[in-house]
């Protein structure tokens, strides 16, 4: 984790093992850190290895999926919480994949501002750039890589803006 932890690294996350060059794109997303067009990455690696198991190409799942590190008084982030859900139905099938995690350059990324989060300030590890980038290597990673596979949870997908908006407020999951 050494390199994630100096950030001169960014890492994205897919099943698409000949990528060149990463393109700004807007993908839809409850945060309005996400709600633009931009390059995503993220300075966390376990973080990126979810999109990169996920097969979203064979089954057209939705995700709630999440880092965040509370800071302490003297804004240093703390260890890392994760949550991982995606399509209910689709957990059942376990549509997981090998993939690929990227290696970016993290200059000229942007980091999501830090925020509140029930009742602290929260840092949340994800990067936007709004230009190109070029990959400068690439991991393959298996579906056993994943240290929070078991962990997965399953969302109603026609529930999926509660479960963001809970998750947001740090908030119980809803029933």
Known sequence: ??????????????????IESFEPRHPI??????DQKAVFATSDPIW????AIVDRARYPITLNNGCI???????RPGPPHYYFSISRWALEKQPWRTGYVYLLPAQ?????????????????????????VRPLARLR???GDFPF???????????????????????????
């Open 69 to 75: 590190s509370l800071m302490d008084s003297e804004e």
């Open 29 to 34: 997303d409850f945060a309005p850190f996400g």
């Open 108 to 132: 000229g990324f942007v980091e999501q501002p830090s925020g509140p989060y029930a009742g602290h300030v929260a840092r949340v590890p994800q990067l936007a750039s709004p230009v190109a």
């Open 149 to 175: 596979l078991a962990h997965i949870r399953g969302h109603d997908d026609e529930r999926l803006a509660e479960y963001a908006e809970a998750v947001m407020a740090a908030a119980p999951w809803p029933e």
């Open 141 to 143: 990673v298996a579906p």
């Open 48 to 51: 990126a290895m979810f999109y």
């Open 1 to 18: 984790m050494r390199i994630a932890e100096r950030r001169e690294i960014a890492f994205h996350g897919t099943g698409d093992p000949n």
